[in-house]
């Protein structure tokens, strides 16, 4: 591409290194930018700027939060004898959209994965420990992704969880609500078939 | 969605306000700039104040310029006779990517378009009469978009041209190189026909 500025270069350079755009896309955007009127680029800037030097991550349970401990973890109204245990930030918003959940989370900021480097040191299990020895928690809610790297995460925090008198559940996996049998693939439809369970005809 | 970070909220309503962009596309780019260890946010962030700061338009020609005078006008190795005029900044860069032209360019920013309320006298027409004027320009190059309101510029310009002794030429319409016949639309097919060119067997 020929620029005609360097400025618009820098700004496309810096936009296209975002995952999912690339130099066409981010082109489009600067030049969205430079053509709008309402400061738009000024505030995208500022609420960047913010984004890498105030966020922190919540002491207690590894989430993003504005402060040292999150909204969710000072909240005394939600339970504090549950923890359900996720892997990123997203998965909290995701079960908090669902309003489902009233206990604390915490977030491991990934899953044991070898081939990737990744073991349980580089997880917040240790800090999961701590808390479960501090806080008065009787169940660990295991909301993590079921991968091979999740379910050897499901599998190793369950065997820390075996002397410690803690009851650790699994989220549900089957078929989707509203999804069609003949889509669902086989893997999730087998396991499904053999992990039933009773129906109860509500009277 | 519930965030659990205002700054985090703030971010993704200020990136969902690019085109192309929505709420979830914005949450993951926050997400992976909050995660990024290399400052990606910081350099985006400065990047964008500087398009918003210190771009701005070429006094010649109206492109995108760091300068007064953008590197293309102030090229004097280019040909100052031929002025190729086209509708925004990313056609100059189009056309430039091509290195078939070597004269200078004139940015309409924007069509005659009485539908959207743009008249002659939003575009940048007078100033293009002022250089034309000072200018040693013989040939105008209409590097406009074939619609409706394309062709409505075009066609107002070289009439302004009619009395000024100009060339007024018109960049060539008909079927893509490389592309099927069969998928091109009726219009341009149909035009292509009708505008067939001689065909020289080069001995």
Redesign the interface.
């Given at each position: 591409?020929?620029?005609?500025?360097?400025?618009?270069e820098?700004?496309v350079?810096?936009?296209s290194?975002?995952?999912?755009i690339g130099r066409k896309?981010a082109?489009?955007?600067?030049?969205?930018?430079?053509q709008d009127n309402s400061?738009?680029?000024?505030?995208?800037?500022?609420?960047?700027?913010?984004?890498?030097t105030?966020?922190c991550k919540?002491k207690t349970c590894c989430?993003?939060?504005?402060s040292d401990i999150?909204?969710?973890c000072s909240n005394t109204i939600r339970k504090s004898n549950v923890i359900c245990v996720v892997e990123?930030?997203?998965d909290?918003?995701a079960i908090?959209?669902t309003n489902q959940f009233n206990g604390r989370y915490h977030v491991l900021g990934g899953v044991i994965s070898p081939l990737d480097g990744i073991g349980p040191a580089d997880l917040s299990i240790d800090l999961l420990l701590n808390r479960i020895k501090n806080e008065s928690t009787n169940e660990l809610i295991m909301a993590i992704s079921p991968t091979i790297e999740g379910e050897t995460t499901i599998y190793y925090i369950s065997k820390l969880m075996k002397d410690m008198d803690i009851k650790v559940s699994v989220i549900a996996r089957g078929v989707a609500f509203g999804g069609d049998l003949e889509y669902a693939d086989e893997l999730t439809l087998g396991r499904s078939i053999v992990s039933r369970i009773p129906y109860n005809v509500q009277s």
């Open positions: 591409m020929n620029f005609s500025s360097k400025i618009l820098e700004s350079t810096a936009l290194s975002l995952p999912g896309s082109l489009r955007l600067a030049l969205h930018l430079i400061k738009k680029a000024m505030k995208i800037s500022a609420a960047l700027t913010r984004l890498s105030d966020i919540c989430n993003i939060s504005d999150c909204n969710i990123t930030a997203r909290v918003m908090e959209d």
